[in-house]
Structure formats: structure tokens, C-alpha cells
């Protein structure tokens, strides 16, 4: 078994705007990554054509959002509360690995 440790900061923002307006800003900064990179590797593709593809979905912030996840009917109760849920996951794009 190998085991892995890495550090994670969490950053919490307050703001006056209503979530979906922001989530949308940071959305908009975010690349889209397609799962369909890793094709050519499948079809004995170029490693490197397919790292240089993905490095190049990274959005103009350096991160990628992978995916959204819509918890139905907690995001409505939390928003009403003031916490808007967390629908978004993005990672940087690091080149150097």
C-alpha cells in the first residue's frame, strides 16, 4: 500500500452578491476537462500530445472544473440560510508534473 499526504488550505469569502452570481464569475474563469483526452492513449496515442491537451483545458485561473454535482433540494434549504452549497469542483492545472 502506498500512502500519499498532501496539504489542503480552505479559503472561506464572504460576499453581498447572491451565490448563483457568483458561482457563475468563478465558473466563467474555470477550463472544462474532457474525459475524452485519454482516447489516443487507449489507440496508442502520443503521451505527450495528450499532457500538452490537458494542460491546455486549464481556464485563464489555472483551474479545470471536472464536474458538478446538484444536491437537489439542499442547496434550496442552505441558501435560505445564508450557506449556499458548494456545487463545483475544480483543480489546478500544474505542468510541472
Known amino acids: ?38 482516447q489516443p492513449l487507449a ?8 499532457r500538452a491537451r490537458i494542460e491546455a483545458m486549464a481556464g485563464s485561473s489555472g483551474f479545470m472544473l471536472f464536474s458538478t454535482r446538484d444536491p437537489g433540494g439542499a442547496c434550496g434549504s442552505s441558501a435560505s440560510s445564508g450557506r449556499p452549497c458548494s456545487t463545483s469542483s475544480a483543480t489546478r492545472c500544474s505542468p510541472s508534473r
Open 1 to 38: 500500500m502506498t500512502e500519499s499526504r498532501f496539504s489542503v488550505t480552505h479559503v472561506r469569502m464572504t460576499s453581498d452578491r447572491p451565490f448563483a452570481d457568483v458561482q457563475a464569475a468563478f465558473e466563467q474563469r474555470l477550463g472544462r476537462f474532457e474525459p475524452d483526452v485519454y
Open 43 to 50: 489507440e496508442g496515442g502520443d503521451p505527450a500530445a495528450v
